[in-house]
């Protein structure tokens, strides 16, 4: 997959899959390719390769061998979709242009010995930019005919890899990356050529008069990657959750590149992790143990140096910020407590310069029993902080330096846990006033960021960086930090967004994240062939993006977004952290019982962004905040991309936050199910309550009706379970979309069930009347078009089978619903 960016110290060789084609590609049409071969299309689609011609008296059919089959799907897939795309802008398709020799084998003293054809994909980044440079001779119109024709040919080949990686184990899994690798990057070439040539030809200002989304954009699939190469990942020491995240989260150009980054740390400390948690980074108050720092020469040397455990007491109690005053003579090292604020002198009233230290405690720089570190540990958080204060003493020999870090500045012991709620309390006015915060995560500490001389891409398209442009590769940069320890713990999170200047130690030495991370999106997409996802591009940009103050609607969404996968050693830490870094009274949430502090927390916000209401997991079970996430944290949840989609700024809203629930605008539609409880997935049908469509017709001549699916979330997402809703509860409820979500053809929308929904009085005109509804659990909602159905479908033999027991006296099923009041939305909700 020589198209694909690779890490700089990549720790696997790119994939080189063989060309095992025994023919060259001789068709002319992609979607009908198979016929040409003699294979039935619609079998060869549904991974069953039998021939149609040559049929055997015997056995009626003919089955390929295996490398006749494999040989039929690389030509069909692979050269095929290619030769697609050439026909389509107009090129002479030749097939070597993407086959390369290579050496078959290399010894262990570097001798190469024979060699092997394979795939060589190096050119499609210039086939991109062709298409690109060939859209802009056509009208849209043209280029829309253009990409709806190669969707569909990209849609046969993601729905036959679905088919391959899940029925065919014998087919050869490189294989079938290759196709995917292919599919996933011609894709998002077609989104960019697509998109392109949508705005670039709209006048100057016209995205607000024609719209910012066009008409039609070509599809976005969720191109996963074979399972051999999850194996690895796992055999390699990767953590299962951190496996989930990328299937969850991610395409196989992006998996492909994630697998290639260097892991540090033991490999075994994933053991008791699972797909939905990881338990590696957790950690045990009574058994913890402090670590001495990786480059300590003697441990037994190593002195532990406390530091003066009553100052530190003394100064919160004087409701002040203890700071360790670390002073270097030559080799000797001294450490004082001292007040952030100067208490006297000529500068006295003045705040210190100081940096706080953002760390993993599983890393082995905390200690549950005493304000006290290694020597070796003190040595290195002042020789990490000096160089950067750049503090000048009268002696040229003396360093100093001032930092904050936890370990030392907030007390440990229990007589004292009053000043330690005070400490927690502060931090968010310790990390905001700090110079820098400075990240320290074993991995990113060895990880190498060097600065490299950008690779010329041989033709280029728009605002490009120069050749010689010296940068950080974005992507590589991304994933080191999103793959880290640090970036999946809670309290991190706080302390990396209550900064302004955010500093991460790496191999070379501590990088500003403001200065590192790029402004534009453009390292994202300097190789066409290879363009980073949305997720990829917007996970830093969220942590350093400072354009929404604390408290704000805009901000607490970034701060949802950003909790995703994220987890803490102890629960009931959660609404604490949760306060700092929404601007809440931290001592409020402190001092209400642990089981009532997200409660507590959602109350103290007074506002929220109205998409929380649709976020599927566990709820509290308070009147009146049963609609309420029980966590934010994403680990064992939503998927990002799930949670961007209903998070949406421009289709999000506020919810006003009260005791007695949440008020919202939202779109929502009374049910009724005529006194029968609903089963887990019904279809909401067209016409009156109670009368049934019919289902003969012709699908060219349906009526124009829409059928509504009403799906209860996957297992993995479904709290409570269907069966723990209570039957009374699902009779006749109420279905709540967002506020700019409505029922429309092939759109899919979060929603919610609520029951026993009513009219609150005071309203003088109907349409300002507020209801309230009781929250029952997460759903999402599918409409299609009757026109749609074929053969025995779901909707359809739902349909019939619910016709067929009223008709024999047994009453409605709960399969079927209907709207009541004709489908007129309700728009003002309290939800309980």
């Known amino acids: ?52 011609s040559g049929k055997d008296e015997d056995t009626k059919y003919i089955y390929d061998d295996l490398p006749a089959l494999q040989s039929f799907l690389q030509s069909w897939l692979f050269f095929g979709l290619l030769h697609e795309l050439h026909s389509m802008v107009g090129l002479i398709f030749e097939p070597s242009d993407f086959i390369s020799t290579d050496t078959f084998v290399t010894t262990t003293v570097g001798e190469k010995l024979g060699t092997i054809r394979r795939l060589d994909t190096s050119g499609l980044h210039n086939l991109l930019v062709i298409w690109y440079e060939y859209s802009q001779t056509l009208d849209h119109a043209e280029v829309e005919k253009e990409c709806r024709h190669f969707d569909e040919c990209l849609e046969a080949v993601y729905k036959l890899c679905y088919r391959l990686v899940r029925c065919s184990s014998y087919i050869d899994e490189k294989l079938v990356l290759s196709f995917m690798s292919l599919g996933n990057t011609l894709e998002n070439g077609m989104r960019w050529v ?42 390699n020491g990767w953590c299962p959750s951190e496996i989930n995240i990328l299937r969850r989260d991610f395409e196989i150009n992006e998996i492909i590149y994630a697998s290639q980054m260097p892991r540090f740390g033991d490999r075994n400390k994933h053991l008791a992790c699972n797909p939905d948690h990881c338990n590696a980074a957790n950690i045990d108050d009574a058994t913890y143990q402090t670590q001495h720092h990786p480059q300590c020469k003697d441990f037994d040397q190593c002195p532990e140096l406390a530091v003066d455990y009553d100052l530190v007491c003394n100064i919160l109690q004087a409701g002040e910020t203890p700071l360790i005053m670390a002073t270097q003579t030559g080799d000797s090292l001294s450490l004082n407590v001292v007040p952030s604020t100067i208490p006297n002198g000529p500068f006295a009233g003045q705040k210190l310069s100081y940096i706080c230290f953002s760390h993993v405690w599983a890393h082995g720089l905390g200690n549950s029993k005493r304000n006290a570190l290694p020597s070796c540990q003190m040595q290195a958080l002042h020789r990490y902080t000096y160089p950067i204060l750049g503090i000048r003493a009268r002696q040229s ?20 846990a009053h000043l330690r709620k005070k400490a927690i309390a502060a931090m968010a006015d310790v990390y905001s006033q700090a110079r820098h915060v400075l990240v320290i995560d074993e991995a990113l500490a060895r990880t190498s960021l060097k600065r490299f001389e950008e690779d010329l891409m041989s033709r280029e398209v728009g605002a490009t960086l120069a050749a010689s442009a010296s940068v950080i590769n974005q992507k590589e940069l991304t994933f080191a930090i999103i793959l880290s320890d640090w970036w999946r713990r809670l309290w991190t999170l706080q302390e990396g967004l209550l900064t302004n200047s955010l500093l991460v130690l790496f191999r070379e030495g501590a990088m500003s994240m403001q200065e590192v991370v790029s402004s534009t999106n453009e390292d994202h997409v300097r190789n066409r062939a290879d363009m980073s996802s949305e997720a990829l591009k917007v996970a830093l940009h969220n942590l350093i993006d400072r354009a929404w103050p604390f408290g704000h609607t805009s901000h607490h969404r970034k701060v949802i977004t950003l909790l995703c996968d994220r987890s803490t050693s102890h629960a009931a830490d959660e609404p604490s952290c949760l306060a700092t870094l929404m601007n809440v009274d931290v001592s409020k949430i402190l001092g209400t019982p642990k089981e009532s502090r997200m409660r507590q927390f959602y109350l103290s916000l007074d506002t929220i962004p109205a998409g929380l209401l649709f976020l599927p997991g566990p ?89 509504t699916a009403i799906i209860h979330n996957a297992d993995d997402y479904a709290v409570p379970k269907w069966n723990e809703l209570g039957h009374q509860n699902k009779i006749d409820p109420v279905l709540i979309f967002p506020a700019h979500r409505k029922l429309g053809v092939a759109q ?85």
Request: hydrophobic share 35%.
């Open 1 to 52: 997959m020589d198209h694909l960016d690779r890490p700089k110290a990549a720790v696997f060789p790119q994939f080189k899959i063989p060309y095992v084609c025994m023919s060259l590609y001789g068709g002319k049409d992609f979607m009908s390719y198979p016929s040409t071969q003699g294979y039935d299309i619609e079998k060869a689609k549904a991974c069953d390769f039998v021939r149609t």
């Open 194 to 235: 697509h998109d392109r040539s949508y705005y670039d030809r709209l006048p100057e200002g016209g995205s607000t008069v024609h719209g910012l989304v066009p008409p039609w954009r070509p599809g976005h699939r969720g191109w996963d990657a074979p399972p051999m190469l999850f194996q690895k990942l796992l055999y």
């Open 397 to 416: 020999d003396v360093r100093i330096s001032f930092f904050w870090i936890d370990t030392l500045c907030v007390p440990v012991q229990p007589e004292h």
């Open 619 to 707: 709820k509290l079970d308070f009147p009146g905040f049963r609609w309420a996430p029980r966590s934010l944290m994403g680990e064992g949840g939503p998927s990002k991309r799930y949670v961007y989609s209903i998070m949406a700024e421009e289709e999000d809203s506020e919810a006003k936050i009260s005791e007695h629930g949440l008020k919202l605008e939202a779109t929502g539609y009374l049910l009724t199910s005529f006194n029968v409880a609903l089963n887990h997935n019904c279809y909401i049908v067209p016409g009156p309550p109670g009368k049934l469509p019919s289902t003969h017709f012709e699908p060219n001549h349906a009526p124009p009706y829409d059928v």
């Open 748 to 832: 899919q929308n979060p929603a919610i069930l609520a029951h026993s929904p009513r009219k609150l009085d005071g309203a003088e005109k109907e349409g300002d009347a507020t209801w309230t509804a009781t929250y029952l659990c997460a759903v999402h909602c599918f409409t299609n078009s009757m026109a749609m159905w074929s053969g025995d479908c779901t909707a359809k033999s739902r349909i019939l089978t619910e016709q067929r027991s009223i008709d024999s006296g047994r009453g409605y099923t709960g399969d079927v619903v209907w709207f009541k009041d004709g489908g007129k939305p309700i728009r003002r909700w309290m939800i309980t």
